[in-house]
C-alpha cells in the first residue's frame, strides 16, 4: 500500500501535462492519496517535477519502453495508475498495463480523456478502445475516464485575428448547423473529478463520464459576447467564420492517414456534425455505457460555460 497505510497510492504518467497537472492537484487537493509520479530520467530536474516534490509528491524515474523488470519495479505498492500522458503514447500503454497487472495493481484508467464516440469515426478513439480491450482482456481492473471538451477551448480567444486550427477557440469557427450540443470540462475540474472517481468502488471497472456543462457553438459564442460585454462593456473582438457540415466531410476525406490534420478533423466531425460528446449519448452501450459523475458525486462544485467564460474575459488590471 501507501507510506500511510489509510492512504492509496496512485502512480500517474503524464503528470506535468495539462490533464495530468490537473489529476495531481486535485489528488493532493483531496488529502485522500499518496500521489507518485513516473518521470523521464531525462527530465528529472526540470522546474515543474521539483515543484510536485516540494508539494509531497514522491518521483520515480521511468521510461515506457525500460525492460519488464523494470516497470514492475516501478509500480510496486501501487493501488491505481493514471496514463495522461500525450497522445503519442496511446500505443505504449499495453506494455505498463502488463506491469501494473504483475505488480498487482487494483485499478488502470488508461489514456482517454476525451469525448464519447461510436467506433470506427475517429482514428484516435479507436486507438484507445484497443487499449481498453486490450486491459479488460488481461483480467486488469480498471476506470475508463472521458471529459467531452475542455471549456476553455470550446470559447473564442477574444482576438481578431483567427488561426489556422481544429481548435475552435483559435479558429473561431462554427462547424455545420452550430446548434449541436457538446459536453465540455473546465481543466482544474479534471482532477476534481478523478479523486472521488478512483476512491469509489462503484466505478471499478466501468466507464464514467464528466462533465461541467452542455452547449452549442451558438449557445457559446452567445455566452462569450454577453460575458465580455457585461465585464468590460466592449464587444467581443472574434467573429465566426462558419463551415457547413459538408465542407467538414470533404476535410475529412482528404486529410492524410495519421496525421494532425486527420486527428483535428475527425475531432469536428464528431462533435460539432455528428454531436457524438452529449450526456445522453455518453450513457449508451453503444458509447460505453457511462455513469453520469455529475449524478454520483452531486457535491462537487464544478465550473459552468459561464463562470470559465468570466475569468476568461476579465478585463486586465491597469498597470
Not at 466505478?203 to 451558438?218: A, M, P
Not at 459523475?293 to 464544478?302: D, F, G, I, M, T
Request: include cysteine; hydrophobic fraction near 35%; charge should be negative.
Amino acid at each position: 500500500m501507501s507510506k500511510s497505510s489509510s492512504k492509496q497510492t496512485v502512480f500517474i504518467i503524464g503528470a506535468t501535462g495539462v490533464t495530468g497537472t490537473s489529476i495531481v492537484d486535485g489528488l493532493l487537493e483531496s488529502g485522500k492519496y499518496h500521489v507518485v509520479i513516473g518521470v523521464r530520467p531525462a527530465s528529472l530536474s526540470k522546474p515543474e517535477v521539483l515543484k510536485f516534490q516540494e508539494r509531497g509528491v514522491e518521483v520515480r524515474a521511468l521510461e515506457l519502453t525500460d525492460a519488464p523488470e523494470k516497470l514492475d519495479t516501478a509500480l510496486q505498492g501501487v493501488d491505481t495508475v493514471i496514463f495522461a500522458a500525450t497522445y503519442t503514447e496511446i500505443d505504449k500503454q499495453p506494455r505498463l498495463a502488463d506491469a501494473a497487472k504483475r505488480a498487482g495493481v487494483k485499478r488502470f484508467i488508461p489514456d482517454d480523456w476525451a469525448s464519447p464516440c461510436e467506433r470506427g469515426v475517429r482514428k484516435m478513439y479507436d486507438q484507445k478502445i484497443a487499449v481498453q480491450d486490450y486491459i479488460k482482456s488481461i483480467g486488469l481492473g480498471y476506470t475508463f475516464i472521458d471529459v467531452g471538451m475542455w471549456t476553455s477551448l470550446s470559447l473564442p480567444a477574444d482576438t481578431e485575428q483567427s488561426q489556422d486550427t481544429f481548435l475552435p477557440s483559435l479558429s473561431h469557427k462554427i462547424s455545420g448547423s452550430g446548434d449541436v450540443k457538446c459536453a465540455n470540462t473546465h481543466i482544474p475540474d479534471i482532477g476534481k473529478f478523478v479523486a472521488e472517481i478512483i476512491g469509489d468502488a462503484r466505478t471499478l471497472n466501468q466507464y464514467v463520464f464528466c462533465y461541467g456543462d452542455q452547449k452549442s457553438q451558438k449557445e457559446l459564442w452567445d455566452i462569450a459576447r454577453k460575458v465580455k460585454l457585461e465585464l468590460t462593456g466592449e464587444p467581443l473582438k472574434a467573429t465566426p467564420k462558419y463551415e457547413s457540415a459538408e465542407e467538414v466531410l470533404e476535410k475529412v476525406k482528404n486529410a492524410k492517414d495519421g496525421s494532425m490534420e486527420q486527428i483535428g478533423i475527425e475531432y469536428i466531425l464528431s462533435l460539432a456534425v455528428r454531436g457524438d460528446c452529449t450526456i445522453e449519448n455518453a450513457k449508451k452501450p453503444e458509447f460505453g455505457g457511462a455513469l453520469d459523475a455529475r449524478e454520483l458525486y452531486p457535491h462537487l462544485k464544478v465550473a459552468t460555460v459561464e463562470e470559465v467564460a468570466r475569468t476568461l474575459y476579465a478585463s486586465k488590471p491597469s498597470a
